[in-house]
């Protein structure tokens, strides 16, 4: 059965921009920049520190990353766990980002399927993070002529899984929510957060985790590539 909406909003990161390509080679930078302090640590060290600090943040976190926590922060909890003065951890973090960007990657299909929907139906994107930081990987690829509205979290004083962020978005768009999608990697901020507000639901579930055992919400429907969206939305590329 054919499935047509009148508007479809994606996350960023994750859904659009992969959560780990660019992730290597920004802790090397890092791990060099500490080095250049005159600390001895090994590349496969730092980068152990950062991940550990990355798995306790999301096992404790219902499998999302906590909004109380920085990238800053958490570079300095994997400084500390090695003993690196954590003063360091802003220098870090600038070194981090300028790499990540640099070595930013694509989702794959993405660009495909953001091609073939723009000229069919609108679409929108919300993202939770830094304005600035999200702006830039935005520009990396020039995503931004795919997307209106775009609604970063650091530019509101709002962010995912707030309803609130998802009703904005409906407003913008003035449909209805049961005429909309959210297609989103994140089970708590993505899927939770529209759903609450009765926007039909598509988890990019890429490594095929189970749902959380106490979700309140749903997917509509579930996905392991974004390849798969063109027929499920009835929007081929023909």
Not at 54 to 74: E, F, H, Q
Not at 97 to 103: F, L, P, Q, T, W
Request: charged share 20%; with cysteine; aromatic share 8%.
């Amino acid at each position: 059965m054919t499935i047509i909406y009148d508007a479809i909003i994606f996350d960023l990161d994750g859904t659009i921009v992969s959560e780990h390509g660019g992730v290597a080679e920004s802790r090397a930078a890092v791990a060099n920049l500490i080095r250049n302090h005159g600390y001895n640590i090994s590349n496969e060290r730092y980068a152990n520190a950062a991940q550990r600090v990355i798995d306790n943040a999301l096992a404790n976190n219902r499998g999302s990353w906590p909004r109380n926590l920085t990238g800053t922060d958490a570079i300095r909890r994997a400084l500390y766990a090695i003993n690196i003065p954590t003063d360091l951890a802003p220098y870090c973090a600038e070194v981090y980002k300028h790499e990540r960007v640099a070595n930013l990657e694509l989702i794959s299909g993405a660009l495909e399927i953001l091609e073939s929907l723009r000229e069919k139906i609108p679409l929108g994107l919300i993202t939770n993070g830094d304005s600035l930081d999200q702006r830039k990987k935005l520009n990396r690829f020039s995503l931004d002529r795919y997307f209106s509205p775009i609604l970063i979290s650091g530019d509101l004083a709002i962010e995912k899984p707030n309803p609130a962020i998802f009703r904005l978005a409906l407003d913008i768009f003035n449909v209805p929510a049961g005429k909309s999608v959210y297609i989103g990697n994140s089970f708590v901020n993505d899927i939770e957060g529209a759903a609450a507000v009765g926007i039909n639901t598509i988890w990019l579930n890429e490594k095929q985790d189970p749902s959380p055992v106490d979700a309140k919400y749903f997917p509509t429907t579930t996905i392991h590539s974004l390849l798969d969206l063109e027929p499920l939305l009835g929007v081929g590329s023909n």
